[in-house]
């Protein structure tokens, strides 16, 4: 369902334009890590940070390429830190550029009650993300989403407990899958990185687009191990 409005509400669709160049961007992150030349390495990289550079041209939302980069970094690269620290600069320089030329046009959103830029006003982005967070990730796991429609305003700090509750108990059920798997623990940590830029709105199923993904690669992992 987190794929539905993104497909048929033309104003949505820039998210998917953004995943297509998130997954390009890590696609070629891949190839830089499997090819052994150091030419062909550094020409890959070069191509995945562009790649990326079109992901977030083509909305806010393709900052969670990042969600398929860093975990990919931490868990399933094998090459040096040195490395590793390397490539994941690269990616956080895109960003960085990236937002000093959006804000320098005077693009984002400014005073608006629907979203809050982290640039912006960081502090009110960290309250969002303790508030938003679990909706976004309890919503992907039991497959309802928007049911915060169905909840009154007096009730809503109950329902933040409660489902920072469930997603904690979960934490502790899967942890062992977690230390011991290093596919499963890119693909959680994946679910969880990619939900962050996104808690900035919200809760609501069509901004889970890049969180559907790794909750998608997880289900089917698991299913092929058994």
Aim: glycine content about 6%; hydrophobic content about 55%.
């Amino acid at each position: 369902y987190s794929l539905i409005l993104p497909f048929s509400w033309v104003a949505n669709r820039n998210g998917l334009i953004a995943l297509f160049f998130a997954l390009v961007s890590f696609n070629l992150l891949l190839s830089a890590n499997s090819d052994g030349q150091h030419s062909k390495r550094i020409k890959y990289i070069a191509l995945s940070l562009v790649v990326f550079l079109l992901s977030l041209l083509s909305a806010e939302a393709g900052v969670a390429t990042l969600a398929f980069v860093l975990p990919y970094l931490i868990f399933i690269n094998k090459a040096s830190i040195k490395e590793k620290i390397f490539q994941a600069v690269g990616y956080f320089g895109v960003v960085i550029v990236w937002q000093i030329v959006y804000k320098t046009l005077g693009f984002g959103v400014v005073n608006s009650e629907m979203y809050t830029d982290p640039g912006n006003n960081p502090a009110q982005f960290v309250i969002n993300l303790f508030s938003n967070l679990p909706y976004m990730l309890t919503m992907q796991i039991i497959d309802q989403d928007d049911f915060l429609a169905f909840v009154s305003s007096e009730l809503i700090p109950v329902f933040t407990i409660l489902m920072w509750v469930f997603i904690l108990l979960l934490a502790v059920l899967l942890r062992k899958l977690y230390i011991n798997n290093r596919i499963s623990a890119f693909l959680l940590t994946g679910m969880l990185f990619a939900a962050i830029p996104v808690s900035g709105v919200p809760p609501s199923g069509r901004n889970l687009i890049f969180v559907a993904v790794f909750a998608a690669g997880f289900i089917g992992y698991g299913l092929s191990r058994f």
